[in-house]
């Protein structure tokens, strides 16, 4: 498959296999995890520092509040980071570490409310891990929140796969049709 870079700049044109796609999305899970529990654990230590369970005199309510709320930062912390990674750079940094782009399916950028729509499908996707496993029969390599969404998850580094660079993404997409 040819390659050439899109109207950002950004080499992009092989769709990006399993494995290289699980590996990038469970890089971007455990930075998820990471600033969470870093996150929840603060919340716990002012909690603690300030003695508000004691003052309020709410212990296992306060403790209860703190689950939720560290629920509630997980859920919008992902939700920020996947869609504000999508839209602004096309890549989380998951799939930056692993070489891949999110594009439309026309080869172009992916934008707020599509991306909103991929976010939206990943939790559909995990329903018993079947939408991820869309990938390993469908011939464009998408998952089905990628169907929902109309993007692809393409190789941004060709060269370092032996690609030549002599068409642009769009082009290559029409010739797959």
Wanted: some cysteine; aromatic content about 12%; hydrophobic content about 50%.
């Amino acid at each position: 498959m040819a390659t050439e870079p899109t109207a950002g700049g950004r080499l992009s044109g092989q769709y990006a296999g399993f494995l290289t796609r699980a590996v990038a999305f469970y890089v971007d899970r455990l930075i998820v995890v990471v600033v969470v529990a870093v996150a929840t654990f603060v919340m716990g230590l002012a909690i603690q520092f300030f003695r508000l369970s004691e003052l309020l005199g709410f212990q296992d309510m306060v403790q209860a509040v703190v689950g939720i709320l560290a629920a509630v930062l997980a859920g919008t912390f992902d939700l920020f980071y996947c869609v504000g990674f999508w839209t602004l750079a096309g890549q989380t940094p998951g799939k930056r570490l692993m070489g891949l782009v999110v594009v439309k399916s026309d080869g172009g950028p992916v934008g707020p409310g599509a991306a909103l729509l991929r976010w939206v499908g990943y939790w559909l996707s995990g329903i018993l891990f079947l939408g991820y496993l869309w990938v390993l029969v469908d011939n464009r390599r998408q998952a089905l929140h990628d169907k929902l969404a109309g993007t692809l998850v393409v190789y941004s580094r060709p060269e370092e796969m032996g690609l030549a660079a002599s068409t642009s993404v769009r082009d290559h997409l029409r010739k797959l049709g």
